[in-house]
Nanobody
């Protein structure tokens, strides 16, 4: 069964930190490069970070130096540590395979950064 469950979002002041988690299931994700995407109101969903099965990370310029992606393959979990948050980071965050996501999406987790 394919499932993506994101958690860890919330309301934080600018400069604060949050750690997102995504538990994934399904053989299609087991060895896949996984990514974190975000979608702000009225905007397209963008990939902000991805990590290979072997642990190699890649980041969008907008989050480089502030966000850190990691994964625990034994737990089928991918994390996103977000530091120095800015109001423009406000969005719903989703995980999926990357850079090409599957058609299945979880419910996402809302991150709101107040100025």
């Amino acid at each position: 069964q394919v499932q993506l469950v994101e958690s860890g979002g919330g309301l934080v002041s600018a400069g604060g930190s949050l750690r997102l988690s995504c538990i994934f299931s399904g053989s299609i994700f087991r060895f896949a490069t996984m990514g974190w995407y975000r979608q702000a109101p009225g905007k397209q969903r963008d990939l902000v970070a991805r990590i290979t099965f072997g642990g190699g990370p890649n980041y969008a310029d907008s989050v480089k130096g502030r966000f850190t992606i990691s994964r625990d393959s034994a737990k089928n979990t991918v994390y996103l540590q977000m530091n120095s948050l800015k109001p423009e980071d406000t969005a719903v965050y989703y995980c999926n395979s990357a850079p090409v996501p599957r058609d299945y999406w979880g419910q996402g987790t809302q991150v709101t950064v107040s100025s």
